[in-house]
Structures are given as structure tokens and as C-alpha cells.
């Protein structure tokens, strides 16, 4: 007979470590989620519309949680537009370079969203705390970053002391962990290491302004540092 505390539907994946993973649809964040699983998690998805230019990536998320089989997928809508302050956020130009083979300047772009990362890792250490997840994973980058400050270690290792300071969890002696490890990797490597995972690459998104369908640019800095980046790691397979 089966006890009131006891769920008669409960999965072997219900006694797994629990973490959150930020899904943003592109190469990164499922990446980072690959790894998670990998490592015996069971995986919850969060994926923010924060009112970016498309929702090509949101699709793109949709299809990601669904070929890593996540425990859940969480969309939620928060309209960033209203405060405005960057290209994927207003009607402003995104910066293109001319060929895919261009090199990405290391500056702050327009395509940086002001204290983006900041706010959704708020929003998805809130989710960890509500469904008892030991981390939070972020597909941030700190060699190929375009230039965005919230994507360096130093921002991690602060989020991390408000993940200490600033929750029940971390009050109590069991903070949450922020998960960034492709903080120091190249992007060809983060290409290898979806290879690796066998994270299907089609299925991912990265590019700054994608067409209705879903179709890249093929010129914007988040197409150029993935083009080059496939190409890179072509080479090394051709050597191998």
C-alpha cells in the first residue's frame, strides 16, 4: 500500500541532484545543459523573453529542452524593452561586419543588455530555490565575449556571494552554485565540446538578428564568433 508522502509516479529521474539551467536556445546554454546532464543531473530549463528583438531563439530553446529530455522547461516573460539601452531590445541597428571571416572587436557592443545576466540569474536562482536545485548554469564566456562585462569570472564569483548571502538556501549553509564552466574556453572548443555531448548543433541558435523564419544573419558578431569557431574545429577533426 502506498503512503501519503509517497508518489506512485515517481521517476528514477526524481532522485537525481536538481539544477537549473538559463536556455537560451543557442550553442552555449545547451552546452551547459549537456554538461549538467552528463554529470547526473536532472535538468530544469529556465528561458527568459525578455522582449529581445525575435523569438526565434525562444523557439529555438523550445526544441533544445525537448532533445535533452529536461524535467521541465519554464518560459517566462519579462518585457526588458521599456528600460531599452541596447539593440536586442529596441529598433537599433545591430552591427554587422562584411564577411563571416571578420574579427570581433573586443568592446561593449549594442547588442550588450544592460545588467542582463544579473537579472536572469536572480530570476533563475529564485527557481532553484523553489524546486530544491543545488545549481544554477550559465552559458557565459569569457574569451569569445564580444565585450559584455557579465560575461567575465569576476561578475560569476560576485554572483556567487549573492547566491551566499542573499538566499534561504545560502543562509542556511547550502548555497546554490553558479555553473559557468565554458567561462575560459575558446569557442571552437565549446563547439567540441557540443560534438562531444552530442548536442545537435542545428537545432541551437546564435545570432543577433535572425529573419521571421529563424534564418541567421550570417554576419553579426554571434554569427562571426560561430562561424569561425565551426571552422576552427573542422581543421582540428581534419588533423585529427
Not at 563571416?100 to 545576466?117: G, L, M
Not at 542556511?172 to 557540443?194: M, R, S, T, W
Amino acid at each position: 500500500m502506498v503512503s501519503a508522502t509517497e508518489n506512485p509516479l515517481k521517476t528514477p529521474q526524481d532522485t537525481l541532484p536538481k539544477a537549473i539551467v538559463l536556455l537560451s536556445g543557442g550553442l552555449d546554454s545547451a552546452v551547459v545543459a549537456g554538461r549538467l546532464v552528463e554529470k547526473g543531473f536532472a535538468v530544469y530549463a529556465l528561458t527568459v523573453d525578455y522582449g529581445q528583438r525575435h523569438s526565434a531563439e525562444i523557439n529555438a530553446s523550445r526544441k533544445v529542452a525537448a532533445a535533452l529530455q529536461v524535467k521541465e522547461h519554464l518560459i517566462l516573460t519579462a518585457d526588458l524593452r521599456g528600460i531599452g539601452g541596447s539593440a536586442l531590445t529596441s529598433d537599433v541597428e545591430v552591427p554587422k561586419g562584411d564577411m563571416p571571416e571578420d574579427p570581433v572587436v573586443d568592446d561593449i557592443p549594442v547588442t550588450y543588455v544592460p545588467a542582463r545576466n544579473a537579472f536572469l540569474l536572480s530570476v533563475a536562482l529564485g527557481m532553484a530555490e523553489a524546486r530544491g536545485a543545488e545549481r544554477v548554469g550559465i552559458g557565459v564566456n569569457a574569451l569569445d565575449w564580444s565585450g559584455y562585462p557579465d560575461c567575465r569570472p569576476e561578475f560569476i564569483d560576485a554572483f556567487q556571494k549573492v547566491s551566499n548571502v542573499g538566499t534561504k538556501a545560502g543562509a542556511e549553509g547550502h548555497a546554490i552554485k553558479i555553473y559557468a564552466p565554458l567561462l575560459n574556453l575558446g569557442k571552437d572548443e565549446i563547439v567540441g565540446e557540443a560534438l562531444r555531448l552530442g548536442v545537435d548543433l542545428d537545432i541551437t541558435l546564435s545570432c543577433y538578428d535572425p529573419d521571421p523564419s529563424g534564418e541567421i544573419c550570417g554576419l553579426c558578431d554571434a554569427c562571426r564568433l560561430r562561424y569561425q569557431a565551426e571552422g576552427q574545429q573542422a581543421k582540428k577533426g581534419v588533423k585529427q
